[in-house]
């Protein structure tokens, strides 16, 4: 099993940053990807940002120019740094790790139980 631990969510004020992290731990997996999803109140689950093992990443387009997402992979460590926040920003943050288990070409995704993020005056 691997367990995925999101922090750093909170109330700002509408322009201001936010910095998430999530951490994710276990054993006998390599970590393909590390994702990040939001979801609003009465909003569909939404992409917000990947970095894979590689270091590529992705970035939703409402956020590109705002967010950017980094990685300390020596602890399996993501970070989503989010500036210039705005009101639709609001929701909560979850973080989803894309593993395959050693020995196997399955892959697997374990999610965290998500961080509120609020922006407002």
């Known amino acids: 099993q691997v367990q995925v631990a999101e922090s750093g969510g909170g109330l700002v004020q509408p322009g201001g940053s936010l910095r998430l992290s999530c951490a994710a731990s276990?054993?006998?997996?390599?970590?393909?990807?590390m994702n990040w999803y939001r979801q609003a109140p009465r909003e569909v689950h939404e992409f917000v940002a990947s970095?894979?093992?590689?270091?590529?990443?992705k970035l939703a387009d409402p956020v590109k120019g705002r967010f950017s997402i980094s990685r300390d992979s020596a602890k399996w460590t993501v970070y989503l740094q989010m500036d210039n926040l705005k009101p639709e920003d609001t929701a909560v943050y979850s973080c989803?790790?894309?593993?395959?288990?050693?020995?196997?070409?399955?892959?697997?995704?374990?999610w965290g139980r998500g961080t509120q993020v609020t922006v407002s005056s």
């Open positions: 989803k790790a894309d593993v395959t288990e050693s020995g196997s070409l399955d892959q697997k995704f374990f």
């Open positions: 276990g054993s006998g997996f390599r970590l393909d990807r």
């Open positions: 970095i894979s093992s590689d270091g590529s990443t």
